[in-house]
């Protein structure tokens, strides 16, 4: 009779579980340190990252730990780790509210298909798939999270039986019938990356967040539409698109707690978990092995690869914005010059200066006043995830940029379709730096168009159609708007309310140079603008973060980097 044995990336555990049931420190450090991303991952995705993923996994693992001395068969630590993860899932769910209202959501709280597109790297199908558990309901995500990794490779179909606690054959026609709405998911997902313009009208209303209710109106919407019904390409089914995706890393610095003390301790014994581990927890000493730590009073563990290794910190760089961080103070605003000065900040601060300069509101200057020279940056070349010129029409719309060198983004505003308030895009995961170098030579989006009535009708809109409304505090964009880029960055549109579209291409000195100076002379409005003064206190764009939220558009709009 052959024997299944518990794995996990080829390594074989049995005798490292039967070492720390024995009292091994190392052993039960490697354990958990082991077995940590498989629970994180089927946790993250059966709750889609909401904030109880961390205290949810820390249950599990904490239970995992205290009961390992129970565990009489080393090769079914891994269907037995799944079960209790499962359980403590469902236990959650039990615990919680069936419906909570949208403004009490946590909005520090992860989104894990963000995460598991972002640290994956999926494109095409593959992102679709990650972007459609969104819109599945909690049971289905459930079962979702341990298909998933059986695709992948990470679970076989008995332990996923075991963990949901039904037989194999009952298991078989609950995953068809998930299988089933997670194509219906993909569908909404494809359909939203389109075009349709009655699909635009409808999501009109839609405030962003999957739920049952829109799921139910966009499938009905998708079945009834020639244009989103028809498949661009070829649909992939999706478990020939997970076969082979690795786990998705925990992320670095995450940290757990397995503390023992108090009623926590004595049930732990009382199962038969080993008074040699339990001995080696609540001695003062520490043990630490790579990536993971076990500690006196408890078990941590921080998660951080070698090649995670943080470099050690700028001489005055600023935290990373968070969510919920204190905005920094508003810069004063910029003067109408064609060159703003820096701010009383900036000249408080001798070294490092990146990230402490931001735009403000300011005045358009003289039409006829020419820039300033444009300072020559280093330039290797920039590459797009949209290629050579990427055009964003609509909400969660992105492009990331790579390299050294100038990037345009161009506004097109229509409120002709759609007026309102406009939810500007967003820089974010920046890896480098990022500088608003200049603005281009012919208008800003608040001249006057030729030909108007009192100059009333501007590129915002005008009184018969309406106006796009920027938010208190924005800089006026101009119609082209130059940035430089010194690592990576990813520019995403956030369109509600107004309608607008941005187009980026990866351009150069010589064009920005070009642009800046191309005014009146030649029929345009005005000259443009060089915000770029060659230094570290050149302008950073107001809303970037180097951080990856859920929503794009929930960067603060004073950020610092």
């Not at 028809?230 to 999706?238: G, K, Q, T, Y």
């Not at 001798?350 to 403000?360: F, N, P, R, S």
């Not at 290797?380 to 990427?390: K, L, M, Q, R, V």
Request: net charge neutral; hydrophobic share 35%.
């Amino acid at each position: 009779m052959r024997v299944e044995r518990t794995e996990v990336d080829g390594r074989q555990w049995r005798s490292t579980i039967a070492a720390a049931q024995a009292g091994d420190r190392r052993a039960l450090d490697e354990l958990v340190e082991g077995w940590l991303p498989l629970v994180y991952n089927i946790v993250g995705r059966a709750l889609n990252g909401h904030a109880d993923v961390d205290d949810v996994v820390q249950e599990t693992m904490l239970r995992a730990v205290g009961n390992l001395g129970s565990l009489r068969d080393p090769d079914s630590f891994r269907s037995w780790l799944v079960a209790i993860a499962m359980r403590q899932i469902r236990d959650r769910a039990r615990r919680s509210r069936p419906t909570a209202p949208a403004d009490e959501v946590p909005s520090d709280a992860a989104d894990f298909a963000e995460l598991t597109v972002l640290r994956l790297q999926l494109e095409g199908q593959r992102r679709e798939v990650a972007e459609a558990v969104r819109w599945l309901d909690d049971e289905d995500r459930q079962l979702l999270s341990l298909w998933w990794l059986e695709v992948a490779g990470e679970l076989t179909r008995r332990e996923l039986a075991a963990a949901v606690g039904v037989t194999r054959q009952h298991a078989a026609v609950r995953v068809q019938r998930m299988k089933e709405r997670l194509e219906t998911a993909r569908g909404i997902v494809r359909a939203l990356d389109g075009a349709c313009p009655d699909l635009r009208e409808l999501t009109a209303r839609w405030p962003g967040r999957p739920d049952s209710v829109w799921r139910k109106r966009l499938a009905r919407h998708i079945r009834g539409c020639g244009y989103c019904s028809d498949a661009r390409e070829s649909v992939v089914p999706a478990e020939r698109l997970l076969v082979g995706i690795a786990l998705v890393p925990v992320p670095v610095g995450f940290t757990l707690s397995l503390a023992f003390g108090g009623k926590t301790a004595v049930a732990a014994t009382s199962v038969g978990w080993s008074a040699k581990v339990m001995t080696a927890l609540t001695k003062p000493a520490v043990a630490v092995t790579a990536g993971a730590t076990i500690a006196a009073g408890g078990a941590y563990v921080v998660t951080q690869t070698p090649e995670d290794t943080p470099r050690p910190p700028q001489a005055a760089a600023p935290a990373v914005p968070t969510a919920t961080s204190t905005p920094a103070p508003p810069a004063p605003p910029a003067p109408s010059s064609p060159s703003p000065t820096p701010s009383p900040l900036v000249t408080q601060r001798k070294t490092d200066l990146y990230g402490t300069v931001v735009d403000a509101v300011d005045r358009a200057p003289d039409p006829n006043a020419r820039p300033a020279a444009l300072p020559r940056r280093p330039e290797t070349g920039i590459t797009s995830t949209g290629g050579a010129h990427a055009v964003m029409n609509h909400r969660g719309d992105s492009v990331t940029l790579t390299g050294r060198g100038y990037v345009l983004v161009r506004w097109q505003i229509s409120p002709k379709y759609r007026p309102g308030a406009l939810v500007m895009p967003t820089w974010t995961g920046l890896d480098g730096k990022l500088f608003h170098v200049a603005s281009g030579g012919g208008r800003r989006m608040d001249d006057p168009l030729q030909g108007s009535p009192d100059g009333y009708a501007t590129g915002m809109g005008g009184p018969d159609i309406g106006y796009a409304e920027l938010p208190p505090g924005t800089q006026q964009m101009w119609q082209n708007e130059y940035f430089y880029v010194d690592g990576t960055v990813t520019l995403t549109v956030n369109e509600r309310g107004a309608d607008y579209g941005v187009s980026v291409f990866p351009s150069t000195w010589d064009d920005v140079t070009e642009d800046v100076n191309h005014g009146p002379p030649d029929g345009a409005i005005r000259y443009g603008l060089v915000r770029d003064t060659g230094r570290d206190d050149t302008p950073v764009p107001q809303y970037v973060t180097r951080d990856r939220p859920a929503d794009p558009a929930t960067v603060p709009q004073r950020s610092r980097v």
